[in-house]
């Protein structure tokens, strides 16, 4: 497993303290889980995603990674509406492992509530958390 | 598996390890209120010549299953057993009291759930099975919750009143303690579930319909896809009679989402009711959201093949309370037996099986029509159908149980108080042309 050293933590992308990432330059919202997640779960061997049209508020859980040891839940870390899904990841789920901020993004979103981005964290934050 | 007891030298180096006197001191933490002083009330050990007469004693109590006549099924049905089943399921490396799941020790056992696994998945048109449950109620059970599980917004599952009473009734018990709840639909006067009831039931994540169903006859597994397709609901289909699909067109076939029900009579013995054989089968879809235990095939470090429990993330070790259910064990035994059975009939012997058991119960059904027995529905079944019985019946067929061991049909007035003087009969490929000819002439003398 990685040091907290080696991890791959985008400067331009924002975290959450259940280790997903979310991009916030475009109208549409991605995210997914970053590589310190996907790190901890070890090999990836399937991802459960909602489906387009689903709306879920903040915190939600909206979906799961299942790994070779464990299944974790995902949770959203801005309320809005599913408008697309990575549907690559049904038969390539190790996407997540391989590219997890590029080929591995899970889900994009219209936001509902702008105003729920001061709630994430920075590059800088989101790593001072795992040093707890 | 071997089963090594501890001596009292392993005993006494273990505690030295552990650092406690006795036996006794290592449940010093229990608190005194929560044991138990007074020892467990069991008699003294016998010898084994006492042993022996007092066992030859109980077993005289028995009357050897081959002396009864069977018209009865309701969940439960007598058909021959082919000889190579106990001789297979007697081989220690199977018959154990604890299942060898570990793949480094346990090979045969999980190559021999696979197939039984892959044989059930054919015969029900499903594209996964279980390692097997309990019974066909646990099974319908847990199907029901898959589909309650899963579903967004729904709270209730819509179970026919045709689903065997004691099915129902474990669902009741699963659903009790939870928000969700069992809605019963009603039958019409042809002894079918009445579908159209099911247009003004609302808040579904699954349909629950047997076919045959209690009384066995056929459903209309097409209209209820269509219906559950139409109300957003998983489609459950369940069976009691497992050979069954041997003939008719099995549930798969139909679309449907999740089959579950009792396997039985794939080579299991009645053994009073029990052990059952619970199968459960899903959809591509659905195997995710199965429970228990689900045998894969995979490749060892040199390539070659080999068998593992698989997907075990859905299991309660590793998802605690978010586990697809909190039973992951299986019964072992009988689906090894099942998996035999359907292995020696094959496709072809399982089709004739199940061709005799119609046969012989449309032969049943005539001889009781001409004493005077009417059938209560014009549907079409398998191998169980009900009769309206003629005055006196009741006496006369407790005397022939009584007497020659022949027990002819079901009441069906406990489970269903309108059924006055309605029976539930059955005929397997057990029942000899002569036994029913027999049972014809006794019942109107």
Not at chain 2, 89 to 98: H, V
Request: charged letters at 20%; proline letters at 5%.
């Amino acid at each position: 497993m990685k040091e907290l050293n080696e991890l791959n933590l985008p400067e331009n992308i924002k975290y959450t303290k259940d280790h997903e990432w979310i991009d916030l330059s475009k109208d549409l919202v991605t995210i997914g889980i970053n590589d310190y997640a996907q790190d901890q779960l070890g090999e990836i061997v399937f991802v459960e995603l909602p489906e387009v049209g689903d709306t879920f508020s903040q915190g939600d859980e909206f979906g799961s990674v299942e790994s070779v040891k464990a299944v974790s839940e995902i949770y959203i870390p801005i309320s809005g509406e599913i408008t697309q899904i990575n549907e690559a990841l049904e038969d390539a789920p190790e996407l997540v492992n391989e590219s997890c901020y590029d080929k591995g993004w899970l889900i994009k979103i219209k936001p509902s509530d702008p105003s729920q981005t001061k709630d994430l964290l920075d590059k800088a934050a989101y790593l001072k958390m795992l040093k707890g | 598996m071997r089963y090594l007891p501890h001596t009292k030298e392993d005993i006494e180096s273990m505690l030295q390890i552990t650092g406690h006197k006795t036996l006794e001191n290592l449940f010093d933490s229990i608190p005194q209120n929560l044991k138990t002083n007074t020892g467990i009330n069991i008699p003294d050990s016998l010898s084994e010549w006492d042993l022996n007469s007092h066992m030859i004693e109980l077993a005289s109590k028995n009357i050897p299953n081959k002396n009864y006549k069977y018209f009865i099924g309701a969940g439960s049905y007598d058909h021959y057993i082919p000889s190579i089943i106990p001789y297979l399921i007697s081989r220690s490396e199977f018959m154990t009291a604890y299942t060898p799941y570990q793949p480094e020790i346990g090979q045969g056992t999980l190559q021999g759930i696979y197939e039984f696994q892959t044989m059930v998945a054919q015969l029900l048109g499903m594209d996964i099975a279980t390692a097997s449950h309990y019974d066909g109620g646990t099974a319908l059970a847990e199907a029901a919750l898959i589909s309650l599980r899963t579903h967004k917004t729904a709270n209730t599952v819509a179970v026919s009143n045709l689903v065997h009473p004691s099915h129902r009734q474990i669902i009741q018990t699963y659903l009790r303690p939870t928000q969700f709840k069992m809605v019963q639909i009603p039958s019409t006067k042809d002894g079918k579930t009445d579908l159209k009831a099911l247009k003004s039931m609302d808040d579904l994540a699954g349909i629950c319909v047997q076919s045959p169903n209690f009384f066995g006859n056929i459903e209309d597994f097409k209209q209820v896809r269509q219906i559950c397709t139409d109300k957003n609901a998983l489609m459950i289909a369940s069976f009691t009679e497992a050979l069954s699909y041997g003939l008719l067109k099995n549930p798969g076939g139909f679309g449907a989402d999740i089959v579950a029900g009792e396997g039985q009579s794939l080579g299991i013995s009645k053994s009073f009711g029990g052990p059952g054989l619970g199968l459960l089968t899903g959809t591509q879809k659905q195997m995710r959201n199965l429970p228990g235990r689900l045998v894969g095939k995979t490749k060892d470090i040199n390539g070659k093949r080999g068998y593992v429990l698989t997907l075990a993330t859905r299991e309660q070790h590793i998802r605690r309370e978010k586990a697809t259910s909190n039973i992951c064990s299986n019964n072992g035994l009988c689906a090894m037996t099942a998996g035999i059975y359907l292995a020696t009939t094959g496709k072809i012997g399982i089709r004739k099986i199940a061709q005799l058991n119609h046969d012989k119960a449309i032969y049943l059904q005539n001889s009781l029509k001409e004493v005077g027995f009417i059938p209560a529905f014009n549907t079409p079944f398998f191998n169980e159908f009900v009769m309206k019985v003629p005055k006196g019946f009741k006496t006369k067929r407790n005397a022939l149980a009584k007497k020659q061991s022949i027990f002819a049909g079901i009441d069906l007035e406990p489970f269903y108080p309108e059924l006055k003087n309605h029976y539930l009969f059955c005929a397997t490929e057990t029942i000899s042309k002569e036994d029913i000819d027999h049972l014809a002439k006794e019942v109107t003398s």
